[in-house]
């Protein structure tokens, strides 16, 4: 009897059981009416204990009749590879390599590459393998620790939590140190059928000459030697959550505030070329009327998207704005998670944005309204990497770590953007 008998004999038994006790609800039931519901029940489980059995043997048998997979037939065969240490299909690590490779990777952390053994520096190089070396963890000539991908996987998740910028900009991954920025104006469209006779209007994407580059991220981190004996685990969360951190808040100010390619920072908003800024009616204050004309210097195209970015403290001051009839513009947001809103847009605020001045003379960018997704671009450079400083720290109880993390920003339409100036 195959599988499928099985399953249709124990549901026959179900169902007539099902039926006997329908009928019977709320009154007594007879002894042999007992009888034929408890066997037909027995019988119902001795058909699926059968089904499960025929089930587990045809996935066994399955699993016997892949060749890959079949076992050795003596002690002197190869051993062959389980399906969870095969190689990945594009040629990289497999689940069960990359879950040695970060237990190799903190064994590294907790006591240097000089403790690692000779199979788990070749894991940890999988070039000498033959297997595909991205993102692998990788020793090279100064002694740097390529962070393997589950690790960093878990810092790239923990960062749109933490700022302002990442979670509304695109995000994009890139192998390279510079990518160029294409024209926005590559693509034209018109009405008609190609049948009567319209004609297409050719266009062709004009490369820019400007790129945006991937800048370095330098960080230092000291860990108690007690600290390392805990499990990987906690060391893991350690990592995410330190690195995540630091990360998160030296990004965000490049983000916004960056001078560029040539100091070695991503490019702020408020600092990229072409941006339109709109002046404030008045010195050392806002109004109402100056966010409404900020906001409407924006195409309506990126205003339907658009988002105000201040300071805290000119935000306190966005919230004490109010109509002529003493209602506040200001709304809280009534959802978990979700910003308030100034005139029915989502305002952030970011400690990077400077505040409005009061020295004589000075000129500040208050605030932003934009579409960041359109505006902005932000390139990871996947790539994380730690080196171990082990004897710098002894004398302390501590073991140093050196990250370096690659990423990269600019505003790719300018349009997108309006900051408003307050003169002071």
Do not use: C
């Amino acid at each position: 009897m195959d599988l499928k008998e099985l399953v249709g004999k124990a549901r026959q038994r179900v169902e007539e059981a099902r039926r006997i006790v329908e009928e019977y609800a709320g009154k007594a039931m007879p002894a042999d009416v007992k009888e034929q519901v408890d066997r037909l029940l027995a019988e119902a489980k001795e058909l699926k204990a059968q089904a499960d059995r025929a089930a587990e043997v045809q996935k066994l048998q399955a699993w016997l009749d892949e060749p890959q997979y079949r076992r050795p037939m003596n002690e002197g065969a190869a051993k062959a590879l389980a399906p969870e240490d095969e190689p990945a299909e594009d040629g990289g690590l497999s689940e069960a390599q990359k879950k040695k490779q970060t237990r190799a990777f903190f064994k590294a952390l907790r006591g240097g590459l000089g403790v690692l053994t000779r199979e788990e520096r070749e894991l940890l190089n999988p070039a000498r393998k033959g297997l595909v070396a991205t993102k692998a963890l990788v020793e090279d000539a100064a002694g740097e620790i390529l962070v393997p991908e589950e690790v960093e996987a878990e810092i790239y998740r923990r960062l749109p939590k933490l700022t302002v910028i990442r979670p509304l900009a695109t995000v994009r991954t890139t192998g390279s140190n510079r990518v160029r920025r294409r024209s926005l104006t590559e693509l034209q469209v018109g009405w008609g059928k190609l049948e009567t006779g319209t004609a297409l209007v050719q266009s062709t994407p004009q490369p820019g000459e400007e790129y945006t580059y991937v800048e370095d991220l330098y960080g230092l981190t000291l860990v108690g030697e007690d600290e390392l004996d805990d499990t990987d685990v906690n060391l893991t969360s350690f990592v995410a959550d330190s690195f995540a951190q630091a990360i998160a808040e030296a990004e965000d100010t490049a983000f916004i505030a960056g001078t560029g390619h040539a100091n070695q920072q991503p490019e702020g908003i408020l600092n990229a070329a072409d941006v339109p800024t709109v002046a404030a009616g008045q010195t050392a204050a806002i109004t109402t009327d100056d966010i409404l004309t900020l906001i409407y210097k924006v195409p309506a195209q990126h205003r339907r998207n658009g988002v105000l970015i201040a300071n805290p403290e000119t935000v306190l001051r966005l919230r004490l704005l109010k109509t002529t009839d003493g209602q506040y513009l200001w709304q809280p947001s009534l959802v978990a998670g979700q910003p308030d809103t100034f005139a029915g847009y989502p305002v952030y605020d970011s400690v990077d944005v400077p505040t409005i001045p009061t020295t004589a003379g000075q000129t500040n960018k208050v605030a932003i309204f934009g579409d960041v997704r359109s505006g902005y671009r932000i390139l990871d450079r996947q790539g994380m990497t730690v080196k171990v400083l082990q004897e710098r720290y002894a004398d302390q109880g501590l073991i140093g770590y050196r990250v370096r993390y690659r990423v990269g920003g600019s505003v790719v339409r300018p349009e997108a953007f309006a900051i408003l100036t307050v003169a002071a």
